[in-house]
């Protein structure tokens, strides 16, 4: 993701944001290295949430695949399914830990960018002020798509646990009439799904610390 603004305008950001951290000391106008540094910390949060809710994940899938093996045998299938339907609970509980992990970068990331347009809006200089301006407002609609397709993967998340749920549930009906063929079927998709949602996931992850370190952290 590149910053579609000049190179004057990213060396006065540049300015702003040092003249903010060498300020701190005396107390920054609109404390902006305390929200750099949240920020910071709300990427590192949401990443590791991000890895819990991957293994899980993957686990589930496993489980999945055990309940399919355990159908074709004949064996332990109440045991099986048992299993199953603990380790997508705990599915459940990691995306809902995503999700709040996601608020928090989202709120961190506009904190930062309010305080870093507060402190602009406070310029003198008209030419400087709107070449700031300009600037954070480019590079906040950038990481706000992020966020957007950040939001959307937890909810296609949401939706792969919820498939889960209710084909092992069908699935553990149709065993009882002896009508499993169809329904097994079911698990089939899951897998590549929830590789796709978790690229989505990584991506986000990678385009907050490029905004962090390639943007902020580094000035």
């Not at 397709?149 to 002896?178: F, P, Y």
Request: glycine residues 4%; proline residues 1%; contains cysteine.
């Amino acid at each position: 993701m590149k910053a579609t603004f000049t190179p004057q305008t990213a060396l006065l950001l540049a300015a702003l944001l040092l003249v903010s951290t060498s300020a701190c000391r005396k107390g920054s106008p609109e404390d902006i290295p305390k929200y750099k540094n949240k920020f910071r910390a709300q990427i590192t949060s949401f990443e590791n949430q991000k890895i819990q809710a991957d293994e899980k994940v993957e686990d589930g899938v496993n489980d999945l695949e055990g309940l399919q093996k355990a159908l074709q045998n004949a064996k332990s299938v109440d045991q099986e399914f048992n299993r199953v339907y603990t380790k997508w609970e705990q599915v459940n509980k990691q995306v809902e830990d995503l999700n709040k992990e996601y608020e928090g970068l989202k709120a961190d990331a506009q904190n930062l960018f309010d305080a870093m347009e507060r402190q602009t809006a406070s310029l003198s200089d008209a030419k400087t002020r709107s070449e700031l301006q300009a600037g954070i407002r480019s590079t906040r609609a950038e990481y706000e798509k992020t966020l957007v397709k950040t939001s959307k993967a937890i909810e296609q998340l949401r939706g792969v646990h919820k498939e889960a749920v209710e084909v092992v549930k069908a699935l553990e009906v149709a065993v009882a009439l002896g009508q499993i063929s169809k329904i097994n079927q079911g698990l089939v998709s899951i897998e590549s799904r929830v590789q796709s949602v978790m690229a989505d996931l990584n991506a986000s992850v990678a385009e907050s610390k490029q905004l962090y370190e390639n943007r902020i952290g580094n000035l």
